[in-house]
Structures are given as C-alpha cells and as structure tokens.
C-alpha cells in the first residue's frame, strides 16, 4: 500500500514549510535587487521546488511531444482542471537532455489578480515575472495582455494562458476563450495546444496510489497561420486538438 498525501506531508512539514518559506524570501530578495537575478536563474529554482511539490502530492508527471516546442517564443494554451496544473506545466518544460547548453524552457503565466492574495502563490509566480488580470476591468485587461505578448517576445519566453478562463471541474472542456490567440495573432507567435490528464485528485488527502499527470505538447499552429486565421477558430481547433489527445489518453 502507497503512502497517501496526508501520511507524506505529517512527515514532512518542516521541509514543506522550508521551501514555502524560501518561496516568499526569494521573491523578497528579488524584488528588492532584481538586477542580480536572471529569469532563467530564478525559474530553473523554482522548477527544482516544483520537484519536491510533485513527490510531496505523488504525482508523477509524464510528457510527451517535447519536440513540438518551437525554438521561437509561442503561447502554450493548455486545458485546466486544478491548481497543480501550472506546477506540473512548470515541470515538464524542463529540459529533456543532461547536456549543460541546454535549458529549461520558461513558462511567463497570466493569472487571475485574486491569486495575489495567496502569498506563497503571488512569490512564485512573480519570480517568473507572471502578469496579473482582473477580468471585470476590461481596459486593464486589454493593456495587461498586451504587456505580456510584448513580453513573451521580447524575453524569448513560452507565454501560458489557460483559454478555458478558470479550472473547469466537471468532465470535459470549457469554452475556449479567444483572448489567447488574439495575443498571439497581435505578436506574431505560434500557438501551441497542450493536453494535461486529469489533475482533479491532485490534492486529495486520501489518495494513497500515486497519480500519473501526463502532460502532451501537441503539434504548433506556426505564426503566419495564427496571423491568417480567425482567433475563434483558432480557439475551436486547439480545443479539438486537445480534446483528441485527452480521448486517446483515456483509450490506452
């Protein structure tokens, strides 16, 4: 019998309090001297936090379509279930080679302005220099949108939204929102859809069997054809094409 969440983090509350603590304190030290930390610094130490948060949930991440990544920046539009979806996304991008010139891709999320309000949250997602919208200001969401493209391209970062707008709970997909792709069409980025299993028993205490999250980069819609095609089509087909890889997971 597998040891379950609660038995795991009973044994181990000192160290996940350490690494919250070093969480906040990172992003302290940040803020106040951000000339001496490099985002590819500060994102491949968070990813090495994302590690011990995925063995302290036993959760096993598995990732498939690596390769179809592009070397250029590109929106990654993931479907989105819980919040260990943005942790696990953080992990798989990770580098799949032990060579030293190569490194971990970074992720430059967009969140809701409510996940300020959890501290732990707020360090991390400000040490990958995350952008914060508040959906019921439509004027500071246009211009918070347009901020993070501009900075996507700019850093040469993979910008993630999640085009459902929030986790979706029940079975299935939500309605794919066009804010994403209007972002890429507006910066000339690719757009590539990705396909995470199920990560609703992420946090449940009881779960004693170790749950497998699968997370696949599925083929790239390339930039002159994000720029040629309508954004809500483009919305339809990434969701097609993830509602795809979701179904041939559950088949195997």
């Known amino acids: 019998m597998g040891i379950g969440i609660k038995t795991k983090m009973a044994l ?3 160290r996940a309090l350490w690494v919250n603590w070093r969480i906040r304190a990172y992003a302290k030290r940040y803020k ?4 001496n930390y490099t985002l590819q610094q500060r ?3 968070l990813v090495k936090k994302a590690k011990f948060l995925l063995w302290l949930w036993n959760i096993k991440v598995e990732v498939e379509g690596y390769q179809n990544l592009p070397k250029s920046p590109a929106i990654l539009v993931p479907n989105h279930k819980s919040y260990a979806d943005p942790v696990v996304l953080l992990y798989a991008l990770k580098k799949q080679s032990h060579e030293d010139d190569v490194l971990n891709k970074i992720p430059t999320f967009v969140g809701k302005k409510e996940l300020q309000k959890q501290k ?3 360090s991390a997602m400000q040490l990958l220099d995350s952008f914060f919208i508040d959906s019921e200001n439509f004027r500071d969401f246009f211009k918070t949108l347009n901020e993070f493209g501009k900075f996507v391209k700019e850093n040469r970062t993979y910008g993630v939204i999640f085009p459902e707008g929030t986790r979706v709970g029940e079975d299935g997909l939500g309605e794919f929102k066009n804010g994403a792709f209007k972002v890429a069409h507006q910066n000339f980025l690719a757009v590539v859809p990705v396909a995470i299993s199920d990560t609703r028993e992420a946090f449940n205490h009881k779960r004693k069997k170790k749950l497998t999250i699968k997370v696949t980069f599925l083929p790239q819609f390339k930039a002159n054809t994000v720029f040629a095609m ?9 969701k097609e094409a993830i509602q ?8 195997k």
């Open 12 to 14: 181990s509350w000192p």
């Open 32 to 35: 106040n001297n951000s000339d």
């Open 43 to 45: 994102n491949d130490w």
């Open 120 to 122: 732990s949250v707020h």
């Open 230 to 238: 309508d954004v809500n089509v483009l919305a339809e087909k990434a």
């Open 244 to 251: 795809g890889a979701l179904a041939n997971g559950e088949d």
